[in-house]
């Protein structure tokens, strides 16, 4: 494959990708506020409570697992490996077994961990989900290294899309039939099967159809690297999913003792309302992740065409650039936005101390997938454990004295950690220089213009306004956020901290390198 194939592959890879991840958290955030709405803050504490036990195995299997079969796989891209994928489809058999049996036949005790019993009941839910997944890692590995990256989105959209439909219409038949929370929580958990059965059931003619066009080349590859490279490569991806396991197992049970338990999963659901927020401010740290992998392993081999400095370079200057533009807007309208999607501002410090993650969580998507691009894996996973453990103590230290804003701050420097310890570990492994002071420079001026801009138009308009609190809530979030988006993204055009032609690199770009350099005319193109 050419250096120009590379990068063609990359950018039609990428865009796909992109469209269907865009697709995938919109769907995320939607299904979130009307299940919010219809089962309330409680309801929602119940669903996110055992979420993160199917969301770890999904994430793992057709994420994590699914990258390393494709790093493996792109490595020797001209022919086909099935010792690959046959050690690859016995570790995951027997992996989801496992998955299966830990969450059946210890629903109770791990139900009983968390302090609610009746989770339980939800816990073997989620067992049947699990075991639909496993067969999405190996199809879709298969077809990201052979670059049919077609099927994968549309596999991708697909599940979601089941999953949220059956997720909404179990829980409107469930709230209006009369039955219980946990029972809506139950259908809303074993929707993730649904997804994955459809999304396999999709990809299996692509994929049978990419092994007939591959040649047969028998080469045998450990089960134990396979084993380690998913875990290594999924830690990044999971380490949200992680976060919220740990926030499963203490945050209820510490407020519990305190506020009582009606009020404790109030409180829990009203501080998971920050994850679809979190998962759509890192929405493109999320898509670049899923070509980049591949492509650094093959531009590493051939030496030749663009350089891995670019792809990292502007990997990390675009994640920053509009994760700090996201947090930053949401702490400015955060009250509007919470009221506006979860019917009242309940928590909204929280949340805003909260949604700074999506700072810290892209750049950990990106530093990792850059490094495991380079067969650096060891050391980012020790690091991302290290952040783990330091917000499981951060959790025992603050929750009891600052309930969820203590389990957000927790959080923070948890990922605050990973983030400046890969930087650290990065410039270790490869000297180069990110980001000009010029970028950062330009970024606080356009931080601090759509921070001016945004205050005075909420200063000068509510004022003015007499409608009910929810509906004034609307109506500034969608007046708000597009002031500050346009005021943020107009900076950073006419300052060019990217340049045109690296707009082009960056799927969806075209139309911004086109707004570019329509603010600078008189720039020549660099």
């Known amino acids: 494959m050419t250096a120009q194939q590379s990068m063609s592959s990359f950018l039609k890879g990428a865009a796909l990708l992109t469209l269907a991840g865009f697709a995938v958290k919109l769907l995320s955030a939607i299904y979130r506020v009307p299940f919010q709405n219809?089962?309330?803050?409680?309801g929602f504490y119940i669903y996110q409570q055992v979420y993160p036990f199917v969301a770890i195995f999904g994430i793992w299997a057709s994420y994590g697992f699914a990258v390393a079969v494709s790093k493996l796989l792109a490595e020797h891209e001209e022919v086909e490996h099935p010792g690959i994928l046959r050690a690859a489809f016995w570790l995951i058999a027997v992996i989801s077994a496992s998955a299966f049996s830990g969450l059946y036949f210890g629903a109770e005790t791990l139900a009983g961990w968390m302090g609610d019993p009746l989770l339980a009941g939800l816990l073997r839910a989620g067992a049947f989900a699990v075991v639909f997944m496993a067969p999405l890692a190996i199809m879709k590995g298969r077809l990201q290294a052979a670059g049919d990256m077609a099927?994968?989105?549309?596999?991708?959209?697909?599940?979601?899309?089941?999953?949220?439909?059956?997720?909404?219409?179990?829980?409107?038949a469930a709230v209006r039939s009369g039955l219980s929370l946990y029972a809506a929580g139950q259908v809303a958990i074993a929707a993730a099967g649904a997804g994955a059965l459809a999304a396999a059931l999709l990809l299996w003619r692509s994929y049978r159809k990419?092994?007939?066009?591959?040649?047969?080349?028998?080469?045998?590859?450990?089960?134990?690297?396979?084993?380690?490279?998913?875990?290594?490569?999924s830690m990044s991806s999971l380490l949200l999913v992680l976060f919220q396991l740990v926030d499963s197992f203490t945050v209820y049970r510490l407020l519990e003792g305190q506020l009582g338990e009606a009020t404790a999963m109030e409180q829990k659901g009203i501080y998971d309302r920050a994850q679809p927020l979190v998962q759509f401010g890192i929405l493109l740290a999320t898509s670049l992740t899923l070509s980049l992998v591949?492509?650094?392993?093959?531009?590493?081999?051939?030496k030749t065409g663009r350089s891995q400095e670019l792809y990292a370079s502007l990997a990390f200057r675009v994640s920053?650039?509009?994760?700090?533009?996201?947090?930053?807007?949401?702490?400015?309208?955060?009250?509007?936005?919470?009221?506006?999607?979860?019917?009242?501002?309940?928590?909204?410090?929280?949340l805003i101390v909260f949604n700074w993650q999506i700072v810290s969580m892209s750049l950990v998507l990106v530093l990792t997938a850059i490094l495991y691009g380079f067969g650096k894996i060891r050391v980012p996973a020790l690091l991302l454990g290290t952040g783990l453990l330091l917000k499981v103590a951060g959790n025992l230290w603050l929750v009891p004295g600052y309930g969820i804003a203590g389990a957000a701050v927790a959080g923070n420097i948890?990922?605050?950690?990973?983030?400046?310890?890969?930087?650290?570990?990065?410039?270790?492994?490869?000297?180069?220089?990110?980001?000009?002071?010029?970028?950062?420079?330009?970024?606080?001026?356009?931080?601090?213009?759509?921070?001016?801009?945004?205050s005075g138009y909420v200063a000068s308009i509510v004022p003015l306004l007499s409608w009910p609190g929810r509906i004034e809530a609307i109506f500034m979030t969608l007046t708000a956020v597009p002031l500050g988006a346009v005021v943020f993204l107009l900076i950073v055009m006419k300052s060019r901290i990217i340049t045109e032609r690296e707009w082009y690199i960056i799927p969806f770009g075209r139309r911004l390198a086109a707004l570019q350099l329509a603010l600078n005319p008189r720039k020549k193109r660099s």
Do not use: C
């Open 320 to 350: 920053v650039l509009f994760a700090v533009a996201a947090s930053a807007g949401l702490t400015l309208v955060m009250p509007y936005v919470n009221e506006a999607l979860f019917k009242t501002p309940d928590g909204s410090f929280a």
């Open 38 to 42: 219809l089962v309330g803050d409680e």
């Open 294 to 302: 591949p492509l650094i392993a093959r531009t590493m081999q051939q």
């Open 210 to 233: 990419q092994r007939e066009r591959t040649n047969a080349f028998v080469r045998s590859v450990t089960v134990k690297k396979l084993w380690w490279m998913s875990l290594s490569v």
């Open 414 to 454: 948890g990922l605050g950690f990973i983030a400046a310890a890969l930087i650290w570990y990065f410039k270790k492994v490869w000297v180069m220089q990110f980001a000009h002071v010029r970028f950062y420079g330009w970024l606080m001026v356009a931080s601090i213009a759509m921070a001016a801009a945004v």
């Open 151 to 172: 099927p994968v989105a549309t596999a991708q959209v697909t599940e979601q899309a089941v999953r949220v439909g059956v997720i909404l219409i179990g829980a409107f």
